[in-house]
Nanobody
Framework: HVQLAESGGGSVEAGGSLKLSCAAS????????MGWYRQAQGKERELVIM?????TIKDAMKGPFTISRNNAENTVSLEMNSLKPEDTAEYYC??????????WGQGTQVTVS
């Protein structure tokens, strides 16, 4: 079955940077879009950014976020710079297939203080 495994979360001071990675397996990675969602405590999940199979990027929110994918390694990354405390959240790697976000990773916590 489809598996998405995030890594790279942690604690950082405001103004710092983090890079999250997601390793995908058990499907043809290059044929699906990928995205990152986040959910802050007490708030709804929100789409941060996504990337289509052809590399087209859709920014769902303004912010210092950069998404990239490596189809040879079945990975997608999220680089975050100039982080603010309001960026504190659980970040999820998601698969986009047939215009639906159908598989989610377990999430990785990002804390900005």
């Amino acid at each position: 079955h489809v598996q998405l495994a995030e890594s790279g979360g942690g604690s950082v001071e405001a103004g710092g940077s983090l890079k999250l990675s997601c390793a995908a397996s058990e499907y043809i990675f290059s044929m699906c879009g990928m995205g990152w969602y986040r959910q802050a405590q007490g708030k709804e999940r929100e789409l941060v950014i996504m990337i289509a199979p052809d590399g087209t990027i859709k920014d769902a929110m303004k912010g210092p976020f950069t998404i990239s994918r490596n189809n040879a390694e079945n990975t997608v990354s999220l680089e975050m710079n100039s982080l603010k405390p309001e960026d504190t959240a659980e970040y999820y790697c998601v698969r986009n297939s047939m215009s639906s976000f159908d598989y989610w990773g377990q999430g990785t916590q990002v804390t900005v203080s």
